[in-house]
């Protein structure tokens, strides 16, 4: 009669708790290659969630973090956000007709790279204040949102959403089935991934913790507003990360992912919390099917953290070897 | 036989929706008198989860936030943080001998709340300074775990965590049984309500906001901390509330509480957004069962958002009028 009784649960509730016998005979993540990295997720999972057991963790602790670019999506061969950036340049030159002879917005708008490379990080910078402030969160919403569905990769023409790791997505779902609670910390802005954060990860945005500029509460026609100010307020990255999951979250996570040194300070607090952990990194392996890069990437580089993953515990996801796709589009 | 499978629903998961057409026959808010402000609550309820109807709002957006002291539990005859920071400068005293010459903290130390009033905000926000940093956040929530379960209010003596209001209680139930996600944000710390929220209020530590210190990670004897410094990094308050939710959560509310002036913003930001939305005030006039304040009053003064209520649509809680029991011990 039970077994009657938890079918209909499945059936009007489609809940993951009464569905968990059947769900079982399936495999959760489809998508990796049966591997060391596989089996460490697996054999994590089933500890922390076994009731009685000596690594149990009760629900409201099963929080997960995960870097977003180059760990939930490509990063190559440059950030999102910077091409977010670049698009902005050019949509607003016709207000900033100086921009035609002043770097770094000169080398944007004539797609010269070297110049714009020549600027540097500060250069950078220079694009992203010109481009992410002055609006209200609103406003910059709505950009975002209209980029996001439209803009497309440079070299596989593909919209950027789409570019996202197949094999990641399922461990994702697998997490929240098994009652974790999924978080995004990255090094990106907030606000530039709450408007789609929710639709491809299934991550709400109360769920996703970035680096911010300050805001600031004021009226425009009598109606309250939130201001993007020209101040960094939170850089969520490398010993940010830490500090951006305290103010957000509140609790350690017991699990977290990453992909290059700015995620390193995360993996750190992670892992060394009492009781079972799993700090995992992705290492970009395959020039075929996504990039190879990692010392000395000039975007996601990977160093120290890969040295002293072995001692530290944490599981390195060869890409090549690891996972049977990429992306969604090529299952 | 839907009925049979609906039972089991009921019966294996306890879950809210399968229970709905049950959970309908009792009242979710039995300890508010039928007043217009309970219709408020149930009408705004009822439209905004009624499937179909205009009003209609998917679970993702029922965001409601709560202030804390004096909205879900009482702030007099000084906020439950003040009687805490005066506590730990009792307890630290032996390691300040200077404090026994020095004002604030002399006055602190002698019971003399007339020489600790005379300095006023600023020689709180010294003794706040004293007392609530330096200390690794892992320290400074088992100090705040410690004392909270163990100190008692001053003319009730009963524990502060008994002291929350049983028809807010019911509300936070309520809101969630429906699908909302429920908030605090609070002017106080938020480190310091973090510990005890989900015990007290059913609120999980990431859905609390509140102001905070800043902190930076660092390693001791070869471990990483987060210490906490002596620099505010958020005062989430007045204009700076919508600002914390908008860092915190990400979306604007649709249902906001509060009883101060210092709730203004938060009301404001919730209830000047599309669709219906609720905003509702605590207005403390129980003298007997509680305590009778508003615009005079030192601590939660209630006066701009007291005016503004009738026009701005907000629902007034009348304490004395409207509520059948004050604290869950009078049930």
Redesign the interface.
Known sequence: M?K???L??C???A?A??CGAAAQDTDPLPSWNDSTSKKAIVDFVTKVTQEGGADFVPV?DR?ATFDNDGTLWAEQPVYVQVAFAFDRVKALASQHPEWKQQQPFKGVLDGDTKAVAAAGERGLLEIIAATHVGNT?EEFETIVRDWITTARHPTTQRLYTEMVYQPMLELLTYLRAKGF?TFIVSGGG??FM?PWA?RVYGV?????VGS?AK???EHREG??V?LRLPEV?LLNDG??K??GI??????RPIAAFGNSDGDF?ML??TT?GRGARLGLLVHHTDATREWAYDRASHIGALMRALDEAPTRGWTVVDMQRDWKVIYPFQK
């Open positions: 039970l009657v009784g938890t209909w649960v059936l009007i509730t809940c708790a009464g409201s929080i969160t609670k907030v606000e709450r929710e709400p945005r109360e769920q996703v911010r805001v600031k509460y109606r309250p939130l307020d010993a940010g830490p500090v305290h103010q957000a979250i509140g609790r300070e750190e607090w060394s």
